[in-house]
């Protein structure tokens, strides 16, 4: 998804940014999903505390204030994959099996679930009393019209997976079977985009259904500006008994990261979602102000628009890859909230190569040599696209054109608000871009697909990078059983990007959530996200 979630979701992302912990991924017999394809309802689902601190019952109401640094402008779970988006999505929807804070897959909306040894059929028993926020009674019928719209609608985070049918064996049992194997399966499902609506949407139009959404999560959404803030209040049928703890829920729009920081400090709001790295030590010594932290499925990555006359060129690629200093630059902006990318696969995401890749590192004579391979000998003049309002991507831009200029490219760096900077690279309106790139689910597959498959929704996220070798990886990955084979499918395909560069990883930033002292319980998702269920006001 994309930081782009930060930026796309963040920033993608489904993303500005970031992301996670721990390793799990389905395979076909469904082994490594966290909890057993056998498994009865899991004691808990829940992560945060159900007491307050000093042991007694948890503080119940206040309004918890939320500052985001993007507006949300749709709750279409099937068309949506920037995290200003999906992050309010999923206060709405939930899906029948989620990850936990430690990147594990847990059921959810789902008591349990089954995996046929096979990989070809996938049951799902519903949690008993289960409702959306309207009253009504969730059924299997509603998990099959969900998995059938979204079929249908496809989106940026469309099911891969090959469905033969979903149909409801009885009111509670909902059973999806494949025409073959698909690995990621499984992880998939936890997505955003795969949460359950009503059948048929509640006997409305779809329009009016998105403009008033009917869920089963802990929110339900009372006022709603898609340029401004949006207020969520508790569902009060929600499955969780007793939560949410707070009446209210508001997304306050902060689009500066300096605002953000004094509106925390200040009081005006609970959190803020982008906390500025070079920020972190400053609000983690504050008097009445914390940092809350989770590893993160993100890489920041710097992309090139291959279809751009300069950068369709490998060797021009290359050249900026060995011309920037990662090392350097991620000491120097991310104040040990962050370790040096060589891989697209952040650490804690199964299958990474960080530490064993090939990567090309800081060698500037190298890079000259590499730029007179290129079409482009003397060198040239280019564009890199960022978001403004983000003071560490404006310096990443900087140390960037700084290391460009050593070997003769001359780089303007071009600001742009963050709407604007969305729509420009939806449209392959750049030449070169910083963003993030970031996992949906706990699967290897979920950022590789996104990033390499140029018949995906985002044309290799945005890159339209093309290479047939990395296709067929890419592909047979995604039908081989969990394990060493896989593992070597997905070496080889991170080695290639290492060697032709569609994007430089730069750095792993941790997820770093500002929040006020007063809070207690608010969880921190590895894909960036935070669960609110939990959240006490402590007076």
Excluded at 27 to 49: F, L, V
Excluded at 60 to 70: D, E, K, L, S, V
Excluded at 430 to 444: K, R, T, V, Y
Excluded at 485 to 504: N, S
């Amino acid at each position: 998804m994309s930081t782009l979630f930060s930026s796309l979701r963040k920033s993608f992302l489904v993303g500005p940014l970031v992301l996670a912990l721990l390793i799990i991924v389905a395979g076909c017999s469904g082994s490594n999903t966290g909890s057993s394809p056998n498994s009865t309802e899991s004691p808990s689902a829940n992560t945060g505390n159900n007491q307050s601190t000093d042991g007694g019952k948890p503080a119940i109401g206040g309004t918890f204030t939320y500052g985001r640094p993007a507006a949300v402008n749709s709750f279409d779970l099937h068309n949506q994959i920037t995290s200003n988006n999906a992050f309010a999505i999923d206060k709405v929807f939930e899906p029948l099996v989620a990850f936990d804070n430690k990147g594990e897959i847990v059921d959810w909306l789902a008591k349990s679930h089954s995996i046929s040894e096979d990989g070809l059929t996938y049951t799902f028993v519903l949690r008993d009393g289960l409702k959306f926020s309207n009253g009504t009674e969730v059924t299997a019928e509603d998990a099959v019209f969900s998995l059938e719209r979204h079929l249908k609608v496809g989106g940026p985070l469309a099911i891969s997976a090959q469905v033969a049918s979903a149909k409801a064996q009885d009111a509670k049992t909902l059973v999806i079977t494949l025409k073959e194997p698909y690995t990621p399966f499984i992880s998939e499902l936890s997505n955003f985009s795969n949460g359950i609506i009503p059948n048929n949407f509640g006997g409305v139009s779809e329009e009016e259904f998105f403009k008033k959404p009917v869920g089963t999560g802990p929110f339900v959404v009372e006022k709603w500006d898609p340029a401004g803030d949006v207020t969520f209040t508790k569902n009060t049928n929600y499955w969780q008994e007793g939560k949410p703890y707070i009446d209210k829920l508001v997304y306050k729009l902060i689009e500066d990261d300096s605002q953000a920081i004094n509106q925390l400090k200040a009081g005006e709001v609970d959190a803020i979602e982008t906390l500025a790295l070079q920020n972190a030590n400053e609000v983690k010594a504050g008097t009445d102000t914390a940092v809350l932290t989770n590893g993160s499925w993100v890489t920041e990555q710097l992309f090139f628009n291959t279809l751009d006359q300069h950068f369709s060129d490998v060797h021009v690629r290359r050249a900026l890859a060995l011309a920037i200093d990662r090392n350097g630059l991620t000491q120097a902006l991310t104040f040990g909230f962050a370790k040096p990318a060589n891989s697209l696969l952040p650490p804690a995401i199964p299958y990474n190569t960080n530490d064993s890749i090939k990567a090309l590192n800081l060698d500037v004579e190298a890079a000259k040599a590499e730029l007179a391979k290129s079409k482009f000998p003397s060198g040239f003049s280019t564009k890199l696209l960022i978001a403004s309002g983000n003071s560490a991507r404006a310096q990443e831009a900087q140390i960037i054109q700084n290391a460009a200029k050593s070997i003769g490219i001359n780089i303007e760096i071009e600001q742009v608000e963050l709407a604007t900077f969305r729509e420009r690279f939806f449209k392959y309106d750049f030449a070169a871009m910083l963003n993030s790139g970031q996992a949906d689910s706990p699967e290897a597959n979920s950022i590789l697909a996104f990033q390499t498959d140029p018949n995906g929704f985002s044309k290799s996220y945005w890159t339209h990078y093309t290479n047939e070798e990395v296709t067929k990886l890419l592909y047979e990955g995604q039908k081989t059983s969990d394990g060493a084979g896989r593992g070597e499918i997905y070496a080889k395909l991170q080695q290639i990007l290492a060697d032709e560069v569609p994007y430089i990883p730069l750095y792993y930033p941790d997820i770093l959530i500002g929040a006020r002292s007063s809070v207690d319980g608010l969880v921190v998702l590895p894909n960036g996200s935070l669960r609110f269920e939990d959240v006490q006001l402590k007076k």
